[in-house]
Each structure stands twice: as C-alpha cells, then as structure tokens.
C-alpha cells in the first residue's frame, strides 16, 4: 500500500486520524472517488482482488470496482494508518424478492476503534453506507438524506445472521433496486464468523462468473454525491441530488466513456466501452 498516492487518489491532504472521526472522513472520500462497478466482467476479464492488483485497478489505472476489489483497498488503507480490520461476509437483501435466500456474496469491513467494532463499508453499490458502530439499533443519516441502523436479528448460522443493514430514504438515492416507500428497507445481512481469503476468492468467483446474475447480466456503475447518489444500468443514467432526480439515455459509447469518467471517476478507454455487448 503506498498510502500517499492513495491519499492522493482520494483527494485527502494528510491521514485521518485511527477513531471515528477519521474512519468516516476516509470512507467518505474513498466513495467520492472510486465508482463502483462491474464492467471487466462484462468484458470477460478476471476479478483479481490481491492487494497489488486491486491497487493497479482502482488506484493507478483509476478504474472502479465491486466490494470486493473497494473493500480490499480499503481495508489496507485502514491498516496502514494503524486501524485493525478483518473482512466480514454478506447477504444482500435488497432488491430479492420474498421468500429468497440470497448467498454470501458481499463484503463489508469489522475496524476496531479505540477496542470497538465498527462497520465500514466503501463497497456496497447499493447505496451511500456511512459506518456504523456495531451496536444494535445504531443509526446515521447520510447526506442524500438517507438513515441507516444497525439491528441484531438473530444468533449466529441462522439465514439473516447476526446484524441487519436498513435503510429509509428517498429511493432515487439508490442504484433502483430499493421500493419506493421511504420506510426502514433491508439492505444485507451478516455474523461475525471469520471470513478467510479463500472464502473471499469463493465469492468473489461465484460474483463475477455465476450466470443469470445482476453482475454477469447488467453493466452497472454507481457513486455517492456530495448531497445525493448517481447510478447506471446498462444505457439509463439516473443523478439525484439537491437540484432533484433526473434520468437519461445514454447514447453512444463515447458519451458512455464521458459519464463513467465525469460523473463516476471511472477511466474506461473508448475501445474498452465499444468492447462491451451495449455497443458491441
């Protein structure tokens, strides 16, 4: 981890402090600057999520990537500025219909502060997650407006694991999958076992390869706003932020590449963008 050029990449002058403060400064700027997106996997690329690969993609080549490339950046970040971390796995709820029983196929950070476990996540595409204290019932408001809480919801093993994400707020400062009342929503689920790197490969394989999936069907992109939240499904470009919500077509490639680059900090050459089955 070459923590200054990090840093720099993420438009922080000097390191945050290792407490709360800090923790929630740092993921803020990680989100502002990495968009989160699937597009080597639409164009039948490998997801390497090692620490040196995950830093070439998103850090010199200024792409973005899925949680488990961020959170990968992420957690070293942390470590390297003195914080303890370990990763966590997930069940994403939000967008699955009743009755499902989605795999573990997010990650998320545990960071000890000062002896407390926090939840950090700068990977979820979903929506803006500031971190949380691991306490039940901890809550956050975001600046989209949006509140976020912590729940336990039951023992160890069981489906909906331990702790509960929610979230309640406007919809439109979401990546579309979240239902338009503006009440408490499940986003993903988890426990505290330990997760080794051989679980995160598992993962991560079965995320970029499965087929009939969110990530191996849809080009998806998104990115917190500094007062709202941008995403991208394939050509439908959507922004949300004090001035509203509008939505728009995209029209070509090249406009495809300037919105990724403008609006997502993602660098896709033109070549890479026409390489894709939207224009291909």
Known sequence: MDIDRYLQRVNLSAPPAADPAGLGALQAAHRRAFGFENL???????????????????????????????NRLFADALETLGVVTRPLLARVWLGQPEGAEPPRT??????????????????????????????????????????????????????????LLERAGPAHATDGRAQAHEDWQPQYSFDLSAVGQADLDQANHWTST???????????????????????????????????????????????????????????????????????
């Open 210 to 280: 499965r087929p009939d999936t969110r990530f191996t069907t849809l080009h998806v992109a998104s990115i917190p706003l500094p007062s709202g939240f941008a995403s991208m499904t394939d050509l439908q470009l959507t922004i949300h932020d004090g001035a509203g919500t509008r939505s728009r077509a995209i029209t070509d490639a090249a406009d495809y590449t300037q919105s990724l680059r403008e609006i997502f900090q993602i660098s896709l050459d033109l070549e890479e963008a026409a390489a894709l089955a939207l224009f291909s």
């Open 106 to 163: 997010h990650t998320a950070v545990l960071a000890i502060l000062d002896g407390d476990p926090w939840l950090a996540d700068a990977g979820f595409g979903g929506s803006n997650v500031p971190p949380l204290p691991l306490q039940d019932g901890a809550q956050a408001t975001t600046a989209d407006g949006a509140r976020h809480r912590l729940r336990r919801v039951g023992e160890r093993g069981e489906m909906k694991g331990e702790w």
């Open 40 to 70: 080597d996997v639409m164009l039948g690329r490998e997801i390497r999520i090692d620490s040196s690969s995950v830093f070439d993609k998103l850090v010199v080549r200024r792409r973005g990537g899925y949680c488990f490339e961020q």
